[in-house]
């Protein structure tokens, strides 16, 4: 079965507005990343998150383990926000990805 | 601070033609080593870890190998490409923590 699922699975936004991307995980996890994959494909660390809320810049985390589920703020989207957004889970030494979030921001 | 390196960029192979791809890691001792498809679409799929020298995991049986020569040295390779080998793979290090990943190969098989 599905073990990490993002939601939406795209999402279209003006730029200043705001966003919250959501992960669903069916078991229990080590950690959890969330990563942003520019247009080049670089995978960009954003968090990496067990539990509790982090923040950078624009950029929120939250992850609720008991519940599974975390959750990707950004506030005041800008052009170059856009891009995927991927969660993934730790267990073990292993990441298991969602299939991410298509984020186009327009100007 | 650490690095890790890809190459090449972009690939493109003829049907049943070799394969080696390759990934370096700077900065860091005895890290684990991971390679990584993304295939047509968003997913990536988890291909071979290594926790050490000459010690490589396969998550998914396939027409591909992994190596590990050195501590910061992983090789991807075929010994003969199949079309639904073409990709982007991505090679990522770890130790106790978050994984980060290299800029990836995209390889084309035609």
């Known amino acids: 079965g599905i073990q990490v699922e993002q939601s939406p699975p795209d999402l279209i936004l003006q730029e200043g507005a705001n966003s919250t991307l959501r992960c669903n995980f069916s078991?229990?996890?080590?950690?959890l990343q969330w990563f942003h994959q520019n247009p080049w494909g670089q995978l960009i660390n954003l968090f990496y998150i067990p539990s509790g809320t982090k923040q950078n810049g624009r950029l929120s985390a939250t992850t609720v383990a008991t519940e599974r589920y975390s959750l990707l703020y950004i506030s005041s989207s800008q052009t170059t926000d856009s891009g995927v957004y991927f969660c993934a889970k730790t267990s073990g030494s292993r990441l298991t990805f969602g299939e991410g979030t298509q984020l186009t921001v327009n100007p | 601070s650490q690095t890790i390196h890809q190459w090449p960029a972009t690939l493109v192979q003829p049907v049943g033609s070799p394969l080696s791809l390759e990934c370096t890691v700077e900065?860091?001792?005895?890290?684990?080593l991971y390679w990584y498809r993304q295939a047509a679409g968003r997913g990536l799929q988890l291909l071979f870890y290594?926790?050490?020298?000459?010690?490589i995991s396969s998550e998914v049986p396939q027409n591909l190998s992994a190596s590990r020569p050195q501590d910061r040295q992983f090789i991807l390779s075929s010994k003969k490409l199949l079309l639904s080998d073409s990709g982007f793979y991505l090679c990522?290090?770890?130790?106790?923590?978050?994984?980060?990943f290299g800029p990836g190969t995209r390889l084309l098989v035609l």
């Open positions: 990522a290090w770890s130790v106790a923590g978050p994984q980060y």
């Open positions: 900065g860091t001792s005895n890290p684990n």
């Open positions: 290594s926790v050490g020298i000459g010690q």
């Open positions: 078991d229990s996890v080590n950690n």
